[in-house]
Nanobody
Framework: VQLQASGGGLVQAGGSLRLSCAAS????????LGWFRQAPGKEREFVSA????????RYADSVKGRFTISRDLAKNTVFLQMNSLKPEDTAVYYC??????????????????WGQGTLVTVSS
C-alpha cells in the first residue's frame, strides 16, 4: 500500500484545516490508519487513529474535542478535520497504517507504511 497525505498549510490560531490520506495499492479492510505529528526538535507523537473496518477511533488528549478522524470507504481515504487550531499544533503530520492490536496504536514504531507528511503551521 502507498499513502499520500495532503491538506496542510498555514492557518491562524482558531482556524481549521482538513488533512487527507489517500491509500492505494490494496484495501485497508484489516488495517488501522493513524495520524502522527512531529514538531521540530520533538519526538513523533500520536494524534488519532481509526479502524478501517468498524470505524472505531482514538484521540490523543491534546486534540480530543478539536480534531475528528473519519474515513471514506469508497475513496480509500482517511480525513483528519482539525478545528480550533493552536500554535502548539504546528508540526509535520504523517499518516500511517498498521495491523497491530488496538492497544498499541499510539506507538509510531509499530506502524509499517508511512505517507510523506504534510506541514501544518498555526500562527498566533
Amino acid at each position: 500500500v502507498q499513502l499520500q497525505a495532503s491538506g496542510g498549510g498555514l492557518v491562524q490560531a482558531g482556524g481549521s484545516l482538513r488533512l487527507s490520506c489517500a491509500a492505494s495499492g490494496r484495501t485497508l479492510s484489516s488495517y488501522t490508519l493513524g495520524w502522527f505529528r512531529q514538531a521540530p526538535g520533538k519526538e513523533r507523537e500520536f494524534v488519532s487513529a481509526i479502524r478501517w473496518s468498524g470505524g472505531g477511533t482514538r484521540y490523543a488528549d491534546s486534540v480530543k474535542g478539536r480534531f475528528t478522524i473519519s474515513r471514506d470507504l469508497a475513496k480509500n481515504t482517511v480525513f483528519l478535520q482539525m478545528n480550533s487550531l493552536k500554535p502548539e499544533d504546528t508540526a509535520v503530520y504523517y499518516c500511517a497504517t498498521t495491523k497491530i492490536v488496538w492497544s498499541e496504536i499510539t506507538n509510531h514504531w509499530r506502524y509499517d507504511v508511512w505517507g510523506q507528511g504534510t506541514l501544518v503551521t498555526v500562527s498566533s
